[in-house]
């Protein structure tokens, strides 16, 4: 055997290759005709068949406000909140980041790396929370199973602070 072909056969026969998978995630911050416009503050986590929070995945808000200011609107995303954002110190490095503009917004991982190397097979829910100032808050949910078996993409779609959310899982 060729050592091109021999290095195939060892990765795929891995364990660690049996069980990679990737997840992609987009999410749609829509326009909204509305006299005063904030960016919203947007929580995007995985949620056990129990509601506690399996991993955050992304936290986004106004990360550029002296003395760390933007922080005090985090317990406006109400759900995330409670259930892990009072928690945290922020900044989480690899969660948080900027509020996004209008728009669709991909964050996308990798069975391999952290949060999803840890997560273990079983029943999850996707959740998405944005909340905006002068506006209001709203969540999202999209059921999933991990690993995904067969490459899927669930969605769905908010009626006021979030658009279209989209979910793709990859084995």
């Known amino acids: 055997m060729t050592l091109p072909r021999l290095a195939l056969t060892l990765a795929l026969l891995s364990p660690f290759a049996a069980a990679a998978a990737d997840m992609d995630i987009t999410v749609e911050v829509p326009r909204l005709n509305v006299a005063e416009y904030h960016r919203p503050y947007v929580a995007i986590w995985i949620e056990r068949p129990d509601n506690s929070v399996a991993a955050n995945l992304a936290v986004w808000y106004d990360v550029d406000m002296r003395d760390n ?5 985090l317990k406006d995303m109400r759900q995330w909140w409670r259930r892990s954002g009072r928690t945290l110190r922020m900044p989480v ?11 669709q917004h991909q964050v996308s991982f ?5 949060p999803l190397a840890d997560l273990a097979p079983g029943n999850y829910t996707l959740v998405v929370e944005a909340a905006r100032e002068v506006g209001g808050r709203e969540v999202v949910s999209i059921p999933f199973t991990w690993p995904a078996a067969s490459a899927s993409q669930q969605q769905a779609r908010g009626s006021s602070e979030l658009g279209l959310v989209r979910l793709s899982l990859k084995p």
């Open 69 to 73: 200011e933007g922080t005090k609107w």
């Open 93 to 103: 490095d690899g969660v948080s980041g900027a509020t996004r503009p209008v728009g």
């Open 110 to 114: 990798d069975s391999a790396r952290k």
